[in-house]
């Protein structure tokens, strides 16, 4: 998520009974959603591309000081369940910033990626495969990707840019059906709060603000193809439906980090605080009405065996 150049209407995601959607025999994906998400996919190629200037190589490597807090915070979280040498799913891992880490410390990493040329750069590493496709059929011609095939998956990314709660729990449940029993599965997503602490609510219609807290609605003139924002309830609640047990979900930059989006990488002072950021993430991640500071929360669960 970019903290800037978030504001704006919010025109074909309102409209069309989400809002009522669930609940009234509506199929969520159909109709006026399907247009909207295949809309969405379609900004998702744009903004991640390179072609609308966004580089999200840059975003947690060079961009701000938040950054390294959120790569650090995401690593530890994964870490902590992975076995040595496990293999690994990165649904979603654009450029490899996560899969490169973990296929340097031995981790048989696959990356997966709906935007070609993120998977070219990712697969420029030389240290784990990469391929084109998307969260919501890993089966698809050219992933193939078969029942219990792995022993962790990581959905860092695709369910903000999924509109529906149906299209969110398909890709869930493909994450949970190509790991092994007693895998794990981490599914992150972008925080309401965020949304408007991030540096956006200068930039927001105070119209926009209940939809956005209330719904999880994003705007959708604004650059960044943001389809949903959780509160991290939401988001666990999603990935028990989809089958994963003894589901957490932690706050990853903790209520320090929206602050640290606006401190440079070079500033310096910028260490000092990734430390303080760091530490404060670390003591709070589950702690209640916490996580939902962080712009991101990851909910990490258990494919019952
Ligand atoms: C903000 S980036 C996150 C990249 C990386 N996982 C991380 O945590 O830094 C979101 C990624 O989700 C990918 N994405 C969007 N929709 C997707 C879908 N339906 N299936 C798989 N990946 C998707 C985008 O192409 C983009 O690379």
Known sequence: MESSGQGGGQSDQQGGG????SGTGQHESDGPHRAGQSALDARVQEYYSGRSGWDEHARLTSRSAQGPLEHIRTQELIRQRLAPGARVLDVGGA?????????????DVLLVD???GQVARAAEHGTFEAR???????????LDLGDDEFDAVLLLGPLYHLATRDDRLRALREAARVTRPGGTVAAAGITRLAALVGGGYELFEPSTWQPILQLGLPPTDIRFPA???????????????AGLSDVVVHGIEGPAGAALERIALDAPEAPALIDAALTLARALSTTPGV??????????????P
């Not at 450029?95 to 981790?107: M, S």
């Not at 084109?132 to 050219?142: I, Y």
């Not at 949903?228 to 939401?234: I, K, L, N, R, T």
């Open 114 to 116: 709906p935007v070609a």
């Open 132 to 142: 084109v496709g998307d969260a919501r059929d890993l089966s698809a011609v050219g």
């Open 291 to 304: 996580p939902d500071m962080s712009q991101h929360v990851v909910a990490i669960g258990t494919v019952a």
């Open 18 to 21: 989400r809002v009522t959607g």
């Open 227 to 241: 389809a949903h924002f959780h509160d991290a309830a939401e988001l666990g609640a999603e990935a028990a439906e």
């Open 95 to 107: 450029t490899g910033v996560h899969a490169a880490p973990l296929a340097a410390d031995g981790y």
